[in-house]
């Protein structure tokens, strides 16, 4: 995907340390989960990167797979010079049409941006929208976004604020 004031690609491990910067000061805010460099780098296939016209990273999202049918759009970020410029919902596109392709039919997030994703289709949720059996099965995961998705109670601290919200993708 592109724009004339940026380009929207596929996140590679030369981009890892932009990502880390990008998203430092969100996670210093708190609007953000801390990672370690390393979590980045394992994770940066399931990045989509915004670049400007000089090759700079100006914006960042990733999309975490749940379930088979269930993904999670995660560390959607853009810098403050670079924001309401469509550069947030370019990256948004670009995961969507992702979960789309590994055939997904639903998005989460956990986000104090409620606007921005409702905007897109996003919708509160109370609750685990997944059946018994899944819960149990995704009960077994050590990933922090799973136990957000589930509504855990010991992950209850870490949220205070944001809101969860599910999109049903068409």
Same mark, same amino acid.
């Given at each position: 995907?592109?724009?004339?004031?940026?380009?929207i690609?596929?996140?590679?491990p030369a981009?890892?340390?932009?990502?880390?910067?990008l998203?430092?000061?969100?996670?210093?805010?708190?609007?953000?989960?801390?990672?370690?460099?390393?979590?980045?780098?394992?994770?940066?296939? @399931?990045?989509?990167?915004?670049?400007?016209?000089?090759?700079?990273v100006?914006?960042?999202?990733?999309?975490?797979?749940?379930?088979?049918?269930?993904?999670?759009?995660?560390?959607?970020?853009?810098?403050?010079?670079?924001?309401?410029?469509?550069?947030?919902?370019?990256?948004?596109e670009?995961?969507?049409?992702?979960?789309?392709?590994?055939?997904?039919?639903?998005?989460?997030?956990?986000?104090? @941006?409620?606007?921005?994703?409702?905007?897109?289709?996003?919708?509160?949720?109370?609750?685990?929208?997944?059946?018994?059996?899944?819960?149990?099965?995704?009960?077994?995961?050590?990933?922090?976004?799973?136990?957000?998705?589930?509504?855990?109670?010991?992950?209850?601290? %870490?949220?205070l604020? %944001?809101?969860?919200?599910?999109?049903?993708?068409?």
């Amino acid at each position: 995907m592109t724009s004339e004031l940026f380009l929207i690609r596929a996140a590679r491990p030369a981009d890892v340390r932009a990502i880390h910067t990008l998203v430092d000061p969100f996670v210093r805010r708190r609007l953000l989960v801390a990672k370690e460099l390393i979590g980045y780098y394992e994770a940066v296939q @399931e990045f989509l990167v915004a670049e400007d016209s000089d090759g700079t990273v100006i914006g960042c999202g990733a999309l975490h797979i749940l379930w088979e049918d269930l993904g999670e759009v995660r560390t959607l970020a853009v810098h403050p010079d670079w924001r309401r410029k469509g550069v947030g919902r370019a990256l948004l596109e670009g995961l969507f049409a992702r979960a789309r392709r590994l055939g997904l039919k639903r998005l989460f997030c956990l986000t104090f @941006e409620v606007t921005f994703f409702g905007h897109s289709g996003f919708v509160p949720i109370e609750g685990t929208p997944v059946d018994p059996e899944v819960f149990s099965e995704m009960l077994r995961s050590h990933d922090e976004g799973v136990a957000q998705f589930l509504d855990l109670a010991r992950m209850k601290p %870490n949220t205070l604020g %944001n809101t969860r919200m599910l999109l049903e993708l068409s």
